[in-house]
């Protein structure tokens, strides 16, 4: 069975400082793997995916993912946190159907 | 391009009433389709999905039904809402099988009252 951990419930920076924001994966293949943004009241955008291809992800709005299959791992980066970035963030697994296994979130707190 | 509406926005029901929500997709034909529900302070439960005009799978007992009447529609329903189905309902589509990603529409506030 998949699963996905997102180990932050909540996660607070300042404006220009960098962002990590953590996940762990289950999986028994080779899974693909999503990190989704929300921000309040609205639907979730696709910020990157990881496919089995290059291993560093680069996604929308500078954020990045490196898929580290050692450490089950697929954390997400941004080098400079802007206060727009404040929002909620969900990291995926995918069956091998395309069904989708949510990580219960990481809201990202912005600090002016 | 491809776009997903939903609604309505928002919606109050009282306890006991029908229910039913929309979901169209543009720009794709025979798209899989997904029903979501996030509850407050709760991640994302995969209520539905469909891969064809009625074919409908459920992923979770609930008072919850999805219909898929055309190849782009999606509908949820209810016959009699709970308390319980408060949440934010958000429908979802994915392409053919080499692209995995969903994605989803703006979603629709419920609250029941």
């Known amino acids: 069975a998949q699963s996905v951990t997102q180990l932050d419930s909540h996660v607070s920076v300042s404006e220009g400082t960098p962002v990590l924001l953590r996940c762990n994966y289950s999986s028994s293949y080779s899974p693909s793997l999503f990190w989704y943004v929300q921000h309040p009241n609205k639907g979730l955008q696709l910020l990157l995916k990881y496919t089995s291809a290059a291993t560093l992800v680069k996604g929308i709005n500078g954020f990045e993912a490196e898929f580290k299959k050692s450490e089950t791992s697929f954390h997400l980066t941004k080098p400079s946190a802007h206060m727009s970035d404040a929002a909620e963030y969900f990291c995926v697994v995918s069956d091998l159907f395309g069904k989708y296994i949510f990580g219960t979130g990481t809201r990202l707190k912005v600090l002016a | 391009s491809q776009t997903i509406h939903q609604w309505p926005a928002t919606l109050v029901q009282p306890v006991g009433s029908p229910l039913s929500l929309e979901c169209t997709v543009e720009g794709t034909s025979n798209p899989n389709l997904y029903w979501y529900r996030q509850a407050a302070g709760r991640g994302l439960q995969l209520l539905f999905y469909?891969?064809?005009?009625?074919?409908i799978s459920s992923e979770v007992p609930q008072n919850l039904s999805a219909s898929r009447p055309q190849d782009r529609q999606f509908i949820l329903s209810s016959k009699k809402l709970l308390l319980s189905d408060s949440g934010f309902y958000l429908c979802a589509w994915k392409g053919p099988p080499v692209r995995n990603e969903q994605f989803f529409g703006p979603g629709t506030r419920l609250t029941v009252l």
């Open positions: 469909s891969v064809g005009i009625g074919q």
